[in-house]
């Protein structure tokens, strides 16, 4: 049974850090790795999906890498804002296109 | 991406009624949107997979009597809470599968049962 973890659970920063939040997986057998972010009381929004022939995606400030071989992933967030501030999910497919996803990191940036 | 809506966004109910979720996919016919319950500082459990014109499946533990699910048409997919009890309030959020086995998710549906 695939399980997902997320380090740290929790980060705090001021305004401008570039910061790095970690995901591992037990089983190394995926698809695509799909980050997300999640606002208090809201739904997901897609932030970048890494194919599973891909090792990196990038969008404006983020940019997320993927290690299938040691089981993960790490989103890097620069020059951080308090918008940036919301829940971060990592979520890797495994068969029949099902996504599992770890606790979360909480980030809160501060201005 | 793709636009998702559900509806409602809120509901509350008594203990013993049924309550229906409906999500739609507004730009795009979704063949397979899936179900997800969320309850507080947890993360998301997928309770059920919906496609188009087929029965739905779910995932181990979910009970598919309680949890009824109707996918009529390549935008609509919608959920029925059956006789529901106060260990149903959740946070309930659909998403439909897109390219590339990529999914995109509504707004969720913040359900509380009294």
């Known amino acids: 049974k695939q399980e997902v973890t997320q380090i740290p659970a929790a980060l705090s920063v001021p305004e401008g850090e570039n910061l790095v939040l970690n995901c591992s997986f037990t089983d190394s057998a995926i698809y695509n790795l799909q980050w997300f972010r999640q606002d208090p009381g809201k739904g997901l929004t897609s932030l970048l999906l890494?194919?599973?022939?891909?090792r990196e995606q990038t969008s404006g400030r983020l940019n997320a890498s993927l290690d299938k071989s040691s089981g993960r992933s790490t989103l890097y967030i620069a020059a951080s804002q308090p918008g940036d501030s919301a829940t971060y999910l990592c979520?890797?497919?495994?068969?029949?296109?099902?996504?599992?996803f770890g606790t979360g990191t909480r980030l809160l940036v501060s201005p | 991406g793709a636009v998702v809506s559900q509806h409602p966004s809120r509901v509350i109910c008594k203990s013993g009624t049924s309550v229906k979720i409906e999500c739609r996919s507004l730009d795009f016919q979704a063949t397979t949107m899936f179900w997800y319950r969320q309850f507080p500082k947890q993360s998301l459990m997928l309770m059920a997979t919906?496609?188009?014109?087929?029965?739905?499946?779910?995932e181990q533990g979910v009970e598919k009597d309680k949890f009824l699910i109707n996918h009529a048409s390549l935008t609509l997919s919608t959920l029925t809470v059956t006789s529901a009890h106060p260990e149903d309030s959740s946070f309930y959020i659909c998403s439909v599968l897109r390219d590339y086995n990529e999914q995109f998710f509504g707004p969720g549906t913040r359900l509380t049962v009294l």
């Open positions: 979520a890797p497919y495994t068969g029949f296109q099902k996504l599992v």
């Open positions: 890494i194919q599973s022939s891909q």
């Open positions: 919906s496609n188009e014109g087929s029965k739905a499946t779910y």
